[in-house]
């Protein structure tokens, strides 16, 4: 029973950050296709598309930007973003700060002790420039492991076009 908020600080970073996994087994014996080649180019588009998607009223991270402001402002800041994104690719640069992030820990609703790592949940609050590249990268990784089919069929997390309804049709189909 943890009393203090330092006690409760090591419960709850238990309960959310486990230790990490042994490594069973090696990757060296494995036989992996060749690399695809995807376009690690960032576009003007790709950019206005993403600040445009941002939520304008969500928490803000460490860099302390308003979403409202990137939205609003998409235009002016578009031409930056792209020389900043285009370095980055260029030159294989990781811009330290961008990758920081500010853990908030919030109650969740109905739970009936608060005792309890599992009646918290994290939220993780990203850098909006970070987020905004992550984005774009994570559209791009998507297109191209659709275009070469990198994934199974049945696979449906997370791939555009692949719903749970898509799911539940294959399942009848099946089963039929």
């Not at 994934?151 to 076009?161: D, Q």
Request: hydrophobic share 35%; net charge positive; charged share 25%.
């Amino acid at each position: 029973m943890a009393r203090t908020n330092k006690e409760k600080g090591i419960a709850l970073t238990k309960g959310f950050f486990p230790p990490k996994p042994l490594k069973l087994d090696s990757d060296d014996d494995k036989d992996y296709p060749s690399q695809c080649q995807g376009n690690v180019k960032v576009t003007v588009e790709q950019i206005q598309g993403q600040l445009r998607k941002l939520k304008p009223f969500k928490a803000l991270g460490p860099d302390g930007i308003p979403n409202i402001i990137l939205t609003k402002c998409t235009d002016l800041l578009t031409g930056s973003l792209m020389c900043i994104y285009e370095a980055i690719f260029e030159h294989r640069l990781s811009y330290k700060p961008w990758k920081t992030f500010t853990t908030v820990v919030l109650c969740k609703l109905g739970k009936p002790r608060y005792n309890m790592p599992k009646a918290y949940r994290p939220i993780a609050l990203l850098n909006t420039m970070w987020k905004v590249l992550t984005a774009i990268i994570a559209d791009q990784l998507t297109h191209i492991s659709e275009k070469h089919r990198l994934l199974p069929v049945n696979h449906f997390g997370g791939r555009p076009g692949h719903t749970m309804t898509d799911a539940m049709h294959l399942i009848v189909d099946i089963i039929k």
